[in-house]
């Protein structure tokens, strides 16, 4: 288990951290987007309008900084250590001087571009998961984790188009997800709304016993895919035994009671308060208890879709990702940055491989306190990538770069090149990114839809 405090997270360790491993080059090469070289096509502002905020010792919030370059940047996180640095949307003006663009009435203080951003904690999960609750994360309910990666960044990348998907482990209990693609940090809060809505099936609350309604004469594709590719076999091979989900009484009954015929779920209670006698060592009982229900409400004799679609139902309330959707659907949320220090655990924020996050291990990302102890270790050497790579953090750096950064940097480049070219026929490029934030619109629309069971034909 991840313990909820480092008793050794400090100020002098934090100091050390900025000061020699924190990648603020890279950092900056990301949120510039090309925007940072003598480019013809690149807007010099595009990174001064960029929203950073702070969180100093105490709770103290400083918002709306704005950094030119690196260099800025570093200087004043150096100076003031933040215990957090969260990023913000990009603005219409420099935020540091949104009040003196207050005065002229040209300029309105307004977002104009946000990565499209996932948050899921695993404090959302706390009615499906017996290991820990809180602010815990241990390996067995870890792959809740591994879960909605998988499932998301499917979506993101087959349904949706998108290439440059960063994930980045939040230091805690959870993972943030980030869409790095032009038109993703385009997208209106409307149509964030739409793509955070395509991935909703949870819709229950603390209280209710049904948080998954799957409805309509068959799954959504995207639904299907999930619950065959990741969702069953993580529920079957996993959790089921991992959680113990059918082992006590207090837990079959919570499954029981998403069952909707009753015959049934008393028929399986009987069984299984007879069972709990009479079973026998060798298999293990949640296993042979899932086994009976899936038996029971898929067999011939019950063949109501609302039966047979139950088993799956039950499956997503126990897997499926569960999105703070508030975070997605705005522009100007905040979202801690890659490479922040979670002040309680210590741990670093690193990015995870969608590829291989099965293999993703919370319990050993490095620490502020380890790294600091693999700096003092052979402290001979004073060049930056010679301290990152003795250090556990360089594996996560050069992660950072070959998987995410590098691709995203070549795809700005030549964006901009195509920009530049293309300044004299402005209203033509003007009119096809209307025309296809248009379809992009109808698409979501269409997509948002599919959950209802409703099949509109795009004309
Ligand atoms: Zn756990």
């Given at each position: 288990?991840i313990?909820?405090q480092?008793s050794?997270f400090n ?7 900025y ?14 987007y090309?925007?940072d ?12 309008r960029?929203?950073?905020s702070?969180t100093l ?5 400083l918002?709306f900084?704005?950094f030119?370059?690196?260099?800025e940047?570093e200087?004043?996180?150096k ?14 003006v420099?935020p540091a ?11 309105v203080f307004?977002?104009?571009?946000r990565?499209?951003?996932f948050?899921i904690?695993?404090?959302d999960?706390?009615d ?5 609750s809180?602010?815990d994360?241990c390996?067995?309910c ?5 879960i909605?990666?998988?499932?998301i960044?499917?979506?993101?990348r ?11 482990y939040?230091?805690?209990r959870g ?8 038109k ?9 709304g739409a793509i955070?809505d395509?991935f909703?099936v ?9 948080k998954?309604s ?5 799954l ?12 069953k076999?993580?529920f079957?091979?996993n959790?089921?035994?991992?959680q113990?989900?059918l082992?006590?009484e207090e837990r079959?009954?919570?499954?029981l009671?998403m069952?909707?015929?009753e015959?049934?779920?008393s028929?399986?209670r009987?069984r299984?308060q ?5 079973s ?12 009976q ?7 011939g004799k019950h ?7 139950c088993?799956?139902e039950?499956v997503f309330c ?6 703070d ?5 705005h522009m100007?949320?905040?979202l801690k ?9 210590g741990r ?6 969608p590829?291989r996050?099965d293999?993703?291990?919370p319990t050993?990302?490095p620490?502020?306190?380890q790294l600091?102890e ?9 060049d930056?990538?010679?301290?990152l ?8 750096i ?6 995410f ?5 070549k795809a ?9 070219i293309?300044?004299i026929?402005?209203?033509?490029v003007?009119?096809t990114v209307?025309?296809s ?8 629309s269409?997509?948002?839809n ?5 099949r509109?034909?795009?004309?």
């Open positions: 288990m313990p909820q480092e050794d100020l002098n360790h934090l100091k050390l951290y000061g020699k491993l924190f990648p603020f080059a890279d950092l900056c090469r990301w949120v510039s090309g925007n070289a003598n480019h013809p096509g690149c807007d010099q502002s595009y990174m001064g960029r929203e950073f702070f010792v105490d709770d103290i919030y918002r900084q704005s030119n370059n690196v260099h940047l200087n004043s996180v100076e003031k250590s933040p215990v957090k640095i969260d990023i913000g949307p990009v603005y219409s420099d001087k949104r009040y003196a663009y207050a005065q002229s009435e040209n300029n307004t977002p104009v571009e990565e499209l951003i948050d904690d695993m404090t999960y706390d499906v998961r017996y290991c820990c809180g602010a994360v390996l067995v870890w792959p809740l984790m591994t909605a990666i998988k499932v960044d499917t979506a993101l087959d349904d949706f188009g998108f290439k440059h998907v960063l994930w980045v939040s230091g805690r993972v943030h997800c980030w869409v790095c693609d032009g993703a940090r385009r997208l209106s809060n409307e149509q964030r955070a395509y909703r949870y819709k229950g609350n603390e209280n209710s016993h049904k998954v799957l409805t309509g004469a068959a959504h594709p995207f639904l299907a895919t999930s619950y065959t590719n990741v969702l076999d993580y079957e091979k959790l089921l035994t991992g113990n989900l082992a006590t079959y009954e919570k499954i009671s069952i909707p015929d015959s049934i779920a028929e399986l009987g299984w007879d069972g709990r006698r009479s026998s060592a060798k298999e293990d009982i949640n296993v042979v208890r899932w086994e229900l899936k038996q029971l409400l898929q067999s063949k109501a879709q609302g039966l047979r679609r088993v799956e039950i126990f897997t499926y990702p569960r999105l959707m508030e975070v997605s659907k100007n949320h905040l940055a890659p490479f922040c220090v979670h002040p309680k655990t670093v924020c690193v990015p995870i491989d590829s996050c293999e993703f291990d050993t990302v620490t502020l306190s600091i693999e700096l003092n270790y052979e402290s001979s050497r004073s930056v990538d010679g301290e790579n003795r250090t556990s953090l360089g594996n996560a050069t992660l950072f770069r070959s998987s950064l590098q691709p995203l940097l700005c480049k030549s964006c901009l090149e195509v920009t530049s293309d300044t026929k402005r209203w033509n003007h009119s209307e025309l934030r248009s379809i992009l619109t109808l698409i979501f269409y997509n948002c599919r959950s209802s069971g409703e509109k034909e795009l004309a």
